[in-house]
């Protein structure tokens, strides 16, 4: 069974701060690994999606790594802002040809302090 | 255009009441999804329509009903609900049901049962 992890639970930085976000993942049988925000009491906002075959992928100041031999995902945020505050979720989509659901990673709330 | 829409916002419903939640996706997507999410947690799937028809049910009890009356619309009939079952409940859509695609989700329908 998939299980994802995400660590630390909660992360609080000051305005400015490059930071790093961690997902991990139990079974590397995937087809993709989907990064959201969410934002207290809204729905998810689709950051970055990268497929089992690719390494990297860019969206803006954010920059997404997988190494699914290793069961690995990390997210790099460059110069952090106050808007980036929100709950980042990790999810992988599993390749297990039959219920290929999303499994979600708790998350990690993330605080940047102006 | 990436957007799902899902009304009402809120619902406040009793025990003995009969309540839809309506979702809705003008992008050509063919699979649409309903999650749960309790606070602090992560969203948990319940249902997939792909093209129309039910993919999946996740062992969801049968006081929720969904329903896909076209590939654009996914409603979930909600009759004799518990208090357990306050929570967010999230629309997502994606292109197809293959494992390739980002999900997109809606902003929620924030429940209360009462």
């Known amino acids: 069974k998939q299980e994802v992890t995400q660590i630390p639970a909660a992360l609080s930085v000051p305005e400015g701060e490059n930071l790093v976000l961690n997902c991990s993942f139990t079974?590397?049988?995937?087809?993709?690994l989907q990064w959201f925000r969410q934002d207290p009491g809204k729905g998810l906002t689709s950051l970055l999606l990268i497929q089992s075959s690719q390494r990297e992928q860019t969206s803006g100041r954010l920059n997404a790594s997988l190494d699914k031999s290793s069961g690995r995902s990390t997210v790099y945020i460059a110069a952090s802002q106050p808007g980036d505050s929100a709950t980042y979720l990790c999810?992988?989509?599993?390749?297990?040809?039959?219920?290929?659901?999303?499994?979600f990673g708790k998350g990690m709330k993330l605080t940047v302090n102006p | 255009d990436t957007e799902v829409t899902q009304t009402p916002k809120h619902l406040v419903m009793g025990m003995t009441n009969k309540k839809s939640l309506k979702c809705e996706q003008h992008m050509g997507h063919r699979a649409m999804y309903w999650y749960k999410q309790k606070a602090k947690k992560p969203p948990e799937l319940m249902f997939v329509?792909?093209?129309?028809?039910?993919?999946i049910n996740e062992s969801v009890p049968s006081r929720f009903s969904p329903e896909c009356p076209n590939s654009s619309l996914l409603n979930l009939h909600l009759h004799a609900l518990q208090p357990e079952d306050s929570a967010l409940y999230l629309c997502a859509s994606s292109q197809d049901w293959t494992g390739w695609e980002t999900q997109y989700f809606g902003p929620g329908t924030r429940l209360l049962v009462l």
């Open positions: 999810a992988v989509r599993g390749d297990q040809g039959g219920s290929e659901k999303l499994v």
């Open positions: 079974d590397s049988a995937i087809y993709n």
């Open positions: 329509y792909s093209y129309e028809k039910l993919s």
